[in-house]
């Protein structure tokens, strides 16, 4: 019989039946439990006119099985179809990442983007926390960070493009951060939906604002540099004293106990040499650290990371151009600059997250830039994120295994609203479920068409998104 109820992503097995479960507390009626029949990622959900019963594997599985039922449910009524659902995920990492370095996000808001994941599956939030535009964790011991490093005193208006006398700023301040605390119950929030919560910190690079509430922090600490109020690469990294490690094993060490995820995100992305090469401290370090090459120091950077929190039980997670330096074996790669680096991370043995710019980044315009909102560029429309090819061909058998999950990506540099954000996530976020998920696959045309009818439910739980067109 058809589907009675668009569901996206669109589980492995799914069997209407007929005749409808009468009741105005689904909720209450839904029995759960685990159980070893099941593998650990698999759940089993059945709906009859007697009730309604959710089997699991493991307690990741029946989240996955809740979040189904949510969608079923939500706008049924009192009349809910009867089904019986057999479902898995391809990968393990469904994620979706988010900038709130450059626009802040409230509590609040991100536990509005957590339920919109959580609905369609998707199971790991990557926040994104520093960057040069303002640092958004509160660190003990270092105030500075975010009475400083928190707050930035304008932003650029439209693209940063042609010349720097021509841009134009805002005048506004710009600012906020997170406690610990406050970070510790966004935790748990994620937690009861089934998502686990990786932080980033971005390091040796993207570090601006650090060095600008602790100028001992970067190269040439008798320069007082100011947070970042434009966007690209900035130069200003961290330098290479001892107060500089220092500070990271705090760092690292806070955040490490804030966040119970086993993954801690060291960035590692976009970092100029142009300071190192012009210290003379760096060069003494060079020598001390037997390295030839001042691109060599970022590695220094990666190793002493990765040593700090295998002290406490993670594994570090870095961009792709951590792999131009040498890695502890038990890295993960997020790949964002090219399908290539696929290959590259998994021939090396590496487990490895698709993140490729070209069909993952939320950022880019979804269709007619002189239509749309302001964007950093490009195109990728929701049809792109469901057709494209995600994976370089010829990969081996071992290679395809190493690819542990998805992500899309939100950076906010031309998001400063939540409206924003929303806009260019859905129904991008959806297609991207669909394919992290690894749901049957259907033709552009027949996913549309549920994407449709799963639209109405975006409404039901108050998600902005761009209209299909």
């Not at 058809?2 to 009741?23: F, K, N, Y």
């Not at 604002?209 to 434009?230: C, H």
């Not at 007619?368 to 302001?374: M, S």
Request: charged share 20%; proline share 6%.
């Amino acid at each position: 019989m058809p589907d009675p109820i668009a569901l996206v992503p669109l589980p492995r097995s799914v069997i209407w039946s007929e005749g409808v479960w009468e009741t105005s507390a689904p909720w209450d009626g839904l029995s759960v439990g685990l159980t070893e029949d099941l593998p650990r990622t698999e759940y089993a959900l059945s709906i009859s006119p007697q009730g309604a019963s959710l089997t699991a594997g493991s307690e990741a599985a029946l989240a996955d099985g809740r979040n189904t039922f949510a969608q079923i449910v939500t706008g049924a009524g009192g009349a809910i179809p009867c089904v019986t659902i057999s479902d898995y995920p391809q990968y393990a990492w469904r994620g979706m990442h988010l900038d709130v370095s450059r626009h802040f996000r409230t509590v609040s808001e991100v536990e509005t983007l957590i339920d919109a994941m959580a609905l369609h599956r998707l199971n790991v939030l990557h926040l994104h926390l520093t960057d040069d535009q303002g640092w958004r964790v509160e660190i003990k011991g270092y105030p500075k960070l975010t009475e400083v490093g928190g707050r930035r005193g304008q932003t650029l208006v439209g693209h940063m493009s042609g010349d720097a006398e021509t841009w134009e700023f805002d005048g506004t301040p710009h600012g906020g951060f997170y406690t610990q605390e406050e970070l510790r119950g966004l935790v748990e929030y994620a937690r009861r939906r089934g998502i686990m919560i990786v932080p980033e910190i971005d390091l040796p690079g993207h570090m601006q604002a650090a060095v600008a509430a602790y100028p001992n922090l970067g190269n040439f600490p008798e320069q007082q540099v100011g947070v970042r109020e434009v966007w690209g690469i900035s130069d200003h990294v961290l330098g290479v004293s001892d107060e500089v490690f220092d500070f990271l094993r705090d760092v690292l060490t806070q955040v490490a106990a804030i966040f119970p995820a086993p993954y801690v995100h060291i960035g590692g992305d976009e970092c100029p040499h142009v300071e190192w090469e012009r210290s003379a401290e760096a060069r003494t370090r060079m020598n001390e650290w037997g390295l030839t090459r001042v691109s060599e120091i970022q590695g220094r950077f990666t190793r002493f990371a990765a040593d700090v929190l295998a002290g406490a039980d993670k594994r570090i997670i870095a961009w792709d151009e951590v792999l131009e330096s040498h890695l502890p074996d038990d890295t993960v790669i997020m790949n964002w600059r090219h399908a290539n680096g696929l290959k590259t991370a998994t021939a090396r043995g590496f487990q490895t997250i698709i993140a490729t710019h070209e069909h993952t980044y939320f950022d880019q315009y979804q269709a007619d830039p002189k239509q749309e909102p302001l964007a950093i560029g490009g195109l990728t429309t929701v049809e792109d994120v469901y057709t494209a090819t995600l994976t370089p061909p010829k990969l081996t058998d071992e290679q395809t295994s190493l690819l542990i999950g998805v992500q899309g990506q939100l950076w906010s540099e031309y998001t400063p609203t939540a409206a924003q954000v929303e806009y260019m996530a859905f129904p991008r976020m959806c297609a991207l479920a669909e394919r992290a998920w690894g749901s049957p696959a259907q033709s552009w045309e027949e996913f549309e068409e549920r994407l449709r009818g799963h639209l109405p439910r975006l409404d039901a739980f108050g998600i902005r998104y761009r209209p299909l067109d």
